[in-house]
């Protein structure tokens, strides 16, 4: 048995490396070095005993006791070398090394292995863990065996002893409670290291097993010409190579990840004192460098300001430990950066050595850019990657996006870094032509009611709508529609007439729509349930002359502008109208409908969309989603949300039919139906209400229902489809975007069955006749991985809005890539990227706009309203998400004085119900960032508590009620007399609460009955009251069946 010595602590550096190695075999230091000339085999064998026997760390073992989590270091008295002589390659060599496992506690851990090229040619390989080794280690190592080889081969001594790194450890270990460390925490502290759980490239694959690493590379060699300029520049701005280099890795990942205080982990050597040169041993560690960068930054002011960092850092580096930084203990830097040159040849006598290749690896990373000043002056720049995370396609992007951005700094230093070229002319054609590649032939129709019309005289006898227990054929539909058309032309309605449709989901909605377009006018679209204000702003607005409505509905409508027509009253006049097609002269650029919402302004904004969008929306999906296929669809939204164009208006042009759902009982009556049905067309339905669905049918119910679910309003994620991909394989599962401009969708993404992907689904690509660039602030086409601003070009962009000039001049705008005249794009404000297989992935809004259960809700116009009321000083609205997939409105505000009035109240008359907050917060102030903005990521989070007028649960049925209620609302506690809808609730989650009553209670009630009693102390009431009834019942049956027996 060996004898050891005492163990020894082990050095921060390697107390880091043995946390997150987790018995990975890719933390170790290789190196093959060519040996020239004529090598003595035994002394070279010699030269290596000699080397281990001077270094204690080449002899060091790793030996932990129960229960500790850092083993001590123990040193072998001495130790026979591994030598072995081998006829590997030099590729094959590190393959080969890489697959052995190095046991810490026994092995020797230096395993060298000599392979014979020629007879004046030899390589050299060194093995070793990272924890004893680090680059400096194997450049150190070259010179040390050449200076061994040469003592041994003239039998001499060498003088003076090398230093020791279990000493240097020791002395590493105290720095650590210096209090000059402690000082120097303060420096590290003041960095943002949460952010490295989300710094990623969009590249990157979602991975679940963070402890899975396998690091690859792919290199690039740069040549003397471009590196005697960056020399030049260099020496220039007084700064150096790498920090060029750094400064250019630091830009890219700013410009593709968007994160403008991105934390780098930057390679220091460790060896900051002359003495501590040559030792051997792991001394090298990752510092955090960060520096803000900002679109107008010139890159030579980055490079300085690069460079004064690095000198800060340099003064801290000793202090710097994870623990101290981070809770995780296998916390890493995503994104690392490194700089050597190489080691010049060493010459001993008769031979020469050099590192030929070497392989380092100490910590992890997501992607380290490696960079090697060769001896002829070239560069050779690796780019590392973790080959669980990105596929090497991607990686050689980057490498392109790299050497297109350091000639673009090397060309003008002076060009701020927004303008820095990362796109080179292929990716640039692939971005403007190949993605966008969509023109198909002309349009079949030049207006949808054309389209209608011809499909009326193919399928006069098919079912074309239906409404409970009312249904029309194609030939009545028509016929109703045309006395309507006929009527309305009559009263003065044509091209570019704004006519009014405020209807409850019904067949006279329908003959309504259809008659409007017939006259050739637009419909504008008010839902019913709109507050009285907002109904009446649309009819300023628009200066419509009519409105088409119910009766029922008439009373709630300002008629000062505007006359009523009422389709059931007054259709014993409409009916004397002729049934026959209308000759119309309206064509693809006249109106077809307005639909407004949500305004920054305050108001709502109405948007113009022509027959030319519609048309071609209509004709792509009637073919992609296949709707002639199948039953026909379900039409559950509403008239006001241009999604339903596409379950409403695609039937009726292939000859399918629609079915209409009561608008008193929501979602409810679509889960319900769907039981019913099967093979529907298709349902189109935001994500929010898909969720719904999957958690009210069985997995047996799911199977078959429809042919394709088209899920669009809001970011979809992988959790919402789960259910449907495991029960319903057979279902298209469609992810549709598209703003309101843009006619309904102009990008999907159809989910594979196989599709293993977490987290949000991609919108994915453009439809037929759209065009979709990424674009930057200066309407440059940005690269595959870099988010920019979607812009949409094509048949489907808007008019623009009504009555807002200059709304539409800042977001309709000249398309400079096309050549044909009049062409526009519409800004999204939406922030994208392109993935490589050319589908979008959506990440965030660049303004303050919002979707809520897939309603678009300019943030500004509740702030606005707010700020409108006398006793409110200022207002801040954000939607929040406390609890992952519910995402709600908050308010807060600054009062000017204490009142009582409920603000949310004030709102309900003139904002729609999903536009109210579910709270509002009273602030004495908002917090501010250090530049006096409102910080809005440091706004409270709502207190779960009810209001302080807290009223308890008098029974047993409050008692479940409230409960129930806190569950579904996320609130601590609920006065029995708290309004549903005035603390968070809506109608998805009126649903929920259906549901948990039924489970409960074993009753069912409507979405009606909840909506006139949302409180819990007159639910309770009502819940009473109906199983009292059913006791009843129940008693009377009993007594029935006993007189009958």
Known sequence: MLEQMQGFQLSPQQKRLWLIQQDSAVYRSQCAILIEGNLQVEILREALQKVSDRHEILRTNFHQSQGLKIPLQTIRDRAKVYFQESNFCEKDLFKYARQYYFNLEKDFLLKTILVTLSSEKSLLFLDMPALIADTITLSNLVGEIGHCYDSCLHEEELDGEPLQYADLAQWQNELLESKEAKEAHKYWNQLDFSQLKTSKLTSEIRINDRTNFNPDCLTLLFD???????????????????????????????????????????????????????????????????????????????????????????????????????????????????????????????????????????????????????????????????????????????????????????????????????????????????????????????????????????????????????????????????????????????????????????????????GILKAGGAYVAIDPTYPQERKAFILEDTRMPLLLTQQSLAADIPTDTVKIICLDIDWDIIARQSTENLVSKTNEHNLAYVIYTSGSTGKPKGTLIPHRGLVNYLNWCTQAYAVAQGTGTLVHSSLAFDLTVTSLLSPLVVGNRVELLPENQGIDALWKKLRQKSNLSLIKITPAHLELLSQQLSPQEASDRTNAFIIGGENLTTEQIAFWQDFAPNTMLINEYGPTETVVGCCIYQVPTNYLQSGSIPIGGAIANTQLYVLDRHLQPVPIGVPGELYIGGAGVARGYLN??????????????????????????????????????????????????????????????????????????????????????????????????????????????????????????????????????????????????????????????????????????????????????????????????????????????????????????????????????????????????
């Open 804 to 1045: 807002r000039p200059e709304l539409t001049a800042e977001k309709f705008i000249p398309n400079p890539f096309s050549n044909e005249s009049g062409e526009r794009l519409y800004k999204t404000g939406d922030l994208v990227v392109f993935r490589s297989d050319g589908n979008l992935e959506f990440l965030e809004r660049i303004d303050n706009q919002v979707k809520i259960r897939g309603f678009r809700i300019e943030l500004g116009e509740i702030e606005t309203l707010l700020s409108q009321h006398p006793n409110v000083k200022d207002a801040v609205v954000i939607a929040r998400e406390d609890t992952p997939g519910d995402r709600r409105l908050v308010a807060y505000i600054v009062l000017k004085q204490e009142f009582s009035d409920n603000l949310c109240h004030y709102l309900k008359q003139k904002l729609p119900d999903y536009m109210i907050p579910s709270d509002i917060v009273s602030l004495t102030a908002f917090p501010l960032t250090i530049n006096g903005k409102i910080d809005r990521k440091a706004l409270p989070e709502p207190a779960s508590a009810s209001s302080e007028n807290y009223i308890a649960p008098r029974n047993s049925t409050e008692e479940k009620i409230a409960k129930i209620w806190a569950e579904i609302l996320k609130r601590d506690r609920i006065s029995i007399h708290d309004n549903f809808f005035d603390i968070g609730g809506h109608s998805l989650l009126v649903t929920q609460l259906i549901s948990r009553l039924r489970d409960i209670f074993q009753i069912e009630l409507s979405i009606q009955q909840i909506f006139e009693t949302p409180t819990i102390a007159d639910l309770a009431l009502v819940i009473t009251q109906q199983l009292a009834q059913q006791a009843d019942e129940d008693i009377l049956a009993q007594a029935l069946a006993e007189l009958e027996s």
């Open 224 to 514: 003397t010409d471009p590196i005697g300029k960056i020399d030049a520049i260099a020496q220039q701005y007084q700064t150096s190579v790498s920090t060029f280099l750094l400064t250019c890795w630091q830009i890219l990942l700013w410009r593709l990840t968007g994160q403008s205080d991105l934390i780098i982990g930057t390679n220091f050597d460790g060896r900051n004192y002359e003495e501590l040169k040559e030792a051997l041993g792991l001394f090298a560690k990752y510092l955090p460098l960060s520096c803000s960068l900002e679109a107008n930054q010139k890159f030579s002011n980055v490079l300085v300001n690069i460079n004064q960092v690095l000198d800060e850092i340099s003064q801290y580096q000793e202090s710097f430990i994870w623990e101290k930084v981070s809770e995780l203990e296998d916390d890493f830097f995503p994104f690392c950066f490194e700089y050597e040159e190489a080691p010049s040849k060493y010459i001993a006598t008769d031979i020469a050595l050099s590192i030929a290749r070497c392989y380092v690896c100490f910590d992890r990373f997501k992607i380290k850019l490696s960079c090697t000043r060769q001896l002829d002056n070239a560069i050779a720049v690796g780019f590392n990657y973790d080959t669980n995370r990105f596929v090497k396609e991607d990686i050689q992007r980057l490498a392109e996006q790299f050497e297109t951005l350091l000639n673009s700094a090397i060309e003008n230093p002076e060009t701020t870094i927004d303008r820095l070229n990362l796109l080179s002319s292929k990716e640039r054609s692939q971005l403007l032509i190949e993605f966008n590649n969509t023109k198909t032939a002309n349009l079949p129709y030049q207006c949808i009611h054309h389209w209608f019309e011809e499909q009326c005289d193919r399928t006069p006898d098919n079912i074309a709508v239906i409404c409970e227990n009312q249904q029309l054929t194609y030939r009545e539909l028509n016929n109703r529609a045309n006395r309507v058309a006929h009527y309305l032309q009559k009263l003065g309605v044509g091209a570019e007439v704004l006519v009014g449709i405020c209807l409850a989901r019904s067949l006279e909605m329908v003959i309504g729509i259809l």
